[in-house]
């Protein structure tokens, strides 16, 4: 008798612990995703280097955040964003309009980020943009 209710109890519970799980790396992406796109809107891309890519990534980056230089953002629009737990990967694809100086014609470019979540040692998992910045012609 006992069996019969313990056991509908730890498969609701269990269910329950992926759906919890899910919802926190979903809010955590969305966080991560807000910073990273609010340095972007900033002009701060040059700080999103130490904290966005993995270590692997991270001197491409720089690179292609030091060629971005004098670009000034002046809107973006989130056109996309999804966010996948279960598989530990999400993606946001970003309308930004911008001018480079001296110019002051506004241009577009559609920014696809892909972002995983990766191991950082320690049991600790985090959001991490594995693609890089947009060319900003």
């Known amino acids: 008798m006992l069996l019969r209710i313990m056991l509908p109890v730890m498969v609701i519970a269990l269910a329950g612990c992926g759906t919890i799980r899910n919802n926190k790396m979903t809010w955590e992406f969305e966080q991560s995703s807000k910073s990273y796109n609010k340095m972007i809107r900033w002009n701060e891309l040059d700080k999103a280097d130490a904290i966005f890519p993995p270590e692997r990534l991270r001197e491409e980056f720089k ?58 040692g320690n049991d600790s998992r985090r959001w991490r943009l594995v693609s890089m910045p947009p060319d900003f012609k």
């Open 63 to 120: 690179r292609k955040v030091k060629v971005a230089g004098g670009v000034k953002v002046t809107d973006f629009r989130i056109k996309r964003m999804e966010c996948r737990p279960e598989r530990g990967e999400a993606t946001v694809v970003l309308e930004i309009d911008y001018y480079r100086e001296p110019s002051v014609t506004v241009k577009t470019v559609e920014d696809i980020q892909q972002w995983e979540y990766v191991s950082e």
